[in-house]
């Protein structure tokens, strides 16, 4: 079945900089695009970036433009997310996603924390 293993959160300092990373297993990686999404307590979650199956293409939310940037490796089927200039408002529970068919399938997230 499909698997997704986040890791790589923590606490860090504003303006700091963390590299989150998503192990996905049980599907055929290379032909799926995948997601970060993140949610903070008491919010909805939010979609925070997306690349395509190849990695050619990415999308981002407005508020992590220019500051976050999402990567994958097809031959080791992970999914990056390097995260810089990192803000308070940053701070939520970090999620991997991919969509097979019509099942939404999550990992189990990471915890960000930004603060002084």
């Known amino acids: 079945q499909v698997q997704l293993v986040e890791s790589g959160g923590g606490l860090v300092q504003p303006g700091g900089s963390l590299r989150l990373s998503c192990a996905a297993s049980?599907?055929?990686?290379?032909?799926?695009?995948m997601r970060w999404y993140r949610q903070a307590e008491g919010k909805e979650r939010e979609l925070v970036a997306f690349?395509?199956?190849?990695?050619?293409?990415?999308t981002y939310a407005d508020s992590v433009k220019g500051r976050f940037t999402i990567s994958r490796d097809n031959a080791k089927n992970t999914v990056s997310l390097q995260m810089n200039s990192l803000k308070p408002e940053d701070t939520a529970v970090y999620y991997c996603?991919?969509?097979?068919?019509?099942?939404?399938?999550w990992g189990q997230g990471t915890q960000v924390t930004v603060s002084s």
């Open positions: 049980g599907f055929t990686f290379v032909n799926y695009a």
């Open positions: 996603n991919v969509k097979t068919g019509s099942t939404v399938n």
């Open positions: 690349i395509s199956s190849g990695g050619g293409f990415t």
